[in-house]
């Protein structure tokens, strides 16, 4: 009989719901029963945090409509989850967390800061890494620290759209066209497009603060997209192989990604001499940078011109669902979804060590 509860959480008020929830169910799929008593906990689209009794109801989404309600208390002497039914409640002792949040809201920090007030082990980065590698201006910052090549970029803030000529004529005196206009924190691609001339530009820069406050305005580059996973405690981390996105569209959107049958993704593709130990060499360092610990996929391009290594973003709670890159890269290398999942929990068990 299992004799540890572990307490998977998913989806949350980020863009990147339905995407969590696929993951979650991948996870609790994998995750060892010997050991593992499993407790889901699904966040809805409003925040309201609810207590999922049967796997089946991630699929047909009636967990949203339960009436039991089950909350972390923060109390460090406790570690215990809160479980409300009607007037009956209940305490039950957490051993481990395996938070599945993709974007605001889950990966960014936020729920990270509440385990780590309550001091129950979880998986994945901590508050820092998470926070930093959330907002892609911030990871700029830091990874300009470390003399990695990263696209060029210009930081915007949603308020200064009131004077749009104003922020025009900064991104056009730095970059030149086209560019690519992102929210510094959303995740999936969402909100995400490319804008060949001003009249694009302007369109790209309200799409993207209807996701975010803080936007980001990049150099284009022009190359293959690459990914490398990374699993580690911070000191000792391994890089995985390099993978390949095939995007069937202009870049890897949202759409492109989880919607087009077209896209698709190459394990260990063929690469220049050297180039893909410089990406995993690259991968480790950034995830260290970041302070990150247990998981990250870093991504990068390779130009077409020059065959230069670009940083481009690090997720560091990539995707787990049959078309996610991060679980394919290990297994390319031998370490199985089952593996990977007790590992990830292995490492939460000594992160307060």
Known sequence: MASKNIVVIMGGRSSEHEVSLVSARTIIDNINTDIYNIIMIGITKDGQWKLIDRIGRIEDGSWTRSHSSAYISPDTDKRELCIIRGNHVEYIEIDVVFPVLHGMNGEDGTLQGLLELARI???????????????????????????????????????????????????????????????????????????????????????????????????????????????????????????????????????????????????????????????????????????????????????????????NEINTLPGFTSISMYPMLWAARGIGIKELVQRLIDLAMVRYD
Do not use: W
């Open 121 to 311: 082990p979880y998986v994945g980065c901590g508050v820092l890494a998470s926070a930093c590698s959330m907002d892609k201006f911030y990871t700029k910052l830091i990874v300009d620290s470390i003399g990695v090549r990263q696209a060029r970029f210009v930081g915007v803030r949603r308020k200064e759209l009131k004077d749009m000529e104003g922020v025009i004529s900064r991104v056009e005196a730095e970059l030149s066209y086209p560019v690519f206009v992102k929210p510094s924190k959303a995740g999936s691609s969402q909100g995400v497009s490319k804008a060949g001339d001003r009249d694009d530009l302007v369109k790209a820069l309200r799409l993207a603060a209807e996701h975010d406050s803080k936007i980001l305005v990049e150099e284009t580059i022009v190359g293959r997209e690459l990914e490398c996973a990374v699993l580690g405690d911070g000191i000792r981390v391994e890089a995985s192989g390099v993978g390949e996105i095939l995007a069937a569209d202009t870049f890897y959107s949202y759409e492109a990604k989880y919607n087009n049958a077209d896209s698709r993704t190459v394990v260990d593709p063929e690469l220049p001499e050297g180039k893909a130990e410089e990406i995993r060499k690259n991968a480790v360092k950034i995830f260290k940078a970041l302070d990150g610990f247990g998981l990250s996929r870093v991504d990068f391009f390779l130009t077409d011109d020059t065959h230069e290594v670009v940083f």
